[in-house]
């Protein structure tokens, strides 16, 4: 019953440096999210998408990309790391929108 | 625009005393309304949902929140705190057409419940 599974849990990068954070969920959903977590602003969306095939921007989009790879599968990559990306990340997803909406446990990412 | 305001950043208890996390919303609709609970380091958990069925919605752990339109509010609360309840919790609002498209959860700048013995 695994949900939704991030991968790394921990993770630190030079500046300039890139990755890709993996998601993945095997309860059939539809939409999937990225958000990062710093401390005081709550969570904020970077991407999601509403269905296999489609992505869109969030509220903080710029220094990242994503992929919905196939309906299970929502990465999140950093082309060129800055020390402002240091945060936790955090994968969800859920089935349509206004459904319960379920969290992965977090990759922490340290940029110096 | 959908938005959501947590008035306290930090509510501190004692052990057996109520619990009131507060919260406000902003929606041009009948929103879906959710309170998450989030351990240190770790993941994100529902405590409980209201999706315009009753206004008096009971969680997980004891907790349960009450959607008020006419005040826009959704405070949560719990009669008796337990040193395990010390977390933050964050107050979500379920926004649809986000962009003009899906919808997409806005969250709140999130309480600390800190439970002293």
């Known amino acids: 019953n695994a949900g939704v599974t991030q991968t790394p849990k921990f993770q630190v990068l030079k500046t300039g440096q890139s990755m890709t954070l993996q998601c993945a969920q095997d309860m059939n959903h539809n939409s999937m999210y990225w958000y990062r977590q710093d401390p005081g602003m709550g969570l904020r969306l970077i991407y999601y998408s509403a269905s296999e095939g489609t992505t869109d921007k969030g509220e903080v989009p710029n220094g990242y990309n994503v992929s919905r790879l196939n309906k299970r599968e929502f990465s999140l990559r950093l082309e060129s790391a800055a020390p402002s990306q240091t945060s936790v990340y955090f994968c969800?997803?859920?089935?349509?929108?206004?459904?319960?909406?379920?969290f992965g446990e977090g990759s922490w990412l340290t940029v110096v | 625009a959908q938005s959501v305001t947590q008035l306290d950043s930090h509510v501190s208890v004692s052990e057996g005393t109520p619990v009131l996390l507060r919260c406000n919303y902003s929606s041009s609709y009948s929103p879906s309304l959710f309170w998450y609970v989030q351990h240190p380091n770790k993941g994100l958990q529902l405590l409980l949902k209201?999706?315009?069925?009753?206004?008096l919605v009971k969680g997980i752990n004891g907790f349960e929140a009450e959607f008020k339109k006419s005040e826009t509010s959704f405070h949560l609360t719990k009669p008796s705190a337990h040193m395990s309840d010390a977390a933050e919790y964050f107050c979500v609002v379920s926004a649809m057409n986000y962009g003009g498209s899906q919808g997409n959860l806005i969250f709140g700048k999130g309480t600390k419940l800190s439970v002293k013995p």
């Open positions: 969800a997803s859920e089935m349509a929108a206004g459904n319960t909406i379920y």
């Open positions: 209201y999706t315009s069925a009753a206004t």
